[in-house]
């Protein structure tokens, strides 16, 4: 299994509070991302990195920020929460470009309250 | 706009039998197919993928099947056992685009 982990796992906050979420990988791979996972929504892609300090908007980007300043970390921050973030949050990480096969980690459930 | 689209939310299979999840694309750009498995509380593992240069891939009981006309991709899970209960996700992508688009998933239940 690829390297990576998720902190925290479980996090319960309240509206308006920043919130951080961690994504550390041993596997040295190029390509980041984070997504969320919502009922009858699917996996959404939040942001992306193809690289140190380089990153990319998703699908979902609204409210969210990022920042990769090593290779092996991949930091997701709400500024503010709000409810509509509540949501399981995974990232991914893939040595190949253009969205070839990704490995996950086992996901941050967030609740806003 | 969806470009991913799994429209059966859930499937209930007895065990033994053959499980066919369903997935539609609309971007005729999609070049690379992947399905994944998700099991509750536990991230998303590759199962098997496709490329557009074929029609069908199979891996043990699991095979995935590619009709670009159609745009239409199948997964089939022969014989179905119990341990296969899961989500299965459906994710396409395009040449120049970096990321994964991914549909809605599809609840397999496989009953004794």
């Known amino acids: 299994d690829a390297g990576i982990t998720q902190s925290p796992r479980h996090k319960v906050t309240e509206t308006g509070t920043p919130v951080t979420l961690r994504c550390h990988q041993t596997e040295n791979h190029r390509y980041m991302y984070w997504y969320r996972q919502d009922p009858g929504h699917g996996l959404r892609l939040i942001h992306y990195s193809y690289g140190v300090k380089d990153t990319d908007k998703g699908e979902v980007s609204d409210g969210y920020s990022v920042s990769r300043s090593k290779t092996e970390d991949f930091l997701l921050t709400l500024e503010s929460a709000t409810s509509s973030q509540t949501s399981v949050y995974f990232c991914?990480?893939?040595?190949?470009?253009?969205?070839?096969?990704?490995?996950f980690g086992e996901g941050s459930r967030l609740t806003v309250l | 706009d969806q470009q991913v689209k799994q429209n059966s939310p859930s499937l209930s299979v007895q065990e033994g039998r053959i499980s066919i999840l369903n997935c539609d694309y609309t971007?005729?750009?999609?070049?690379?197919f992947l399905w994944y498995k998700k099991y509750p509380a536990e991230g998303p593992t590759f199962l098997i993928s496709?490329?557009?240069?074929?029609d069908k891939n199979e891996d043990g009981r699991f095979t995935v099947f590619l009709n670009k006309s159609a745009k239409h991709l199948s997964l089939h899970i022969v014989p179905s056992q119990p341990g296969d209960s899961a989500v299965y996700f459906c994710?396409?992508?395009?040449?120049?685009?970096?990321?994964?688009?991914f549909g809605k998933g599809t609840k397999l239940s496989v009953k004794p």
């Open positions: 991914a990480i893939s040595d190949v470009p253009e969205g070839g096969e990704l490995f």
């Open positions: 496709i490329s557009s240069i074929k």
């Open positions: 994710a396409a992508s395009a040449p120049g685009q970096g990321n994964l688009i």
């Open positions: 971007n005729s750009m999609f070049d690379y």
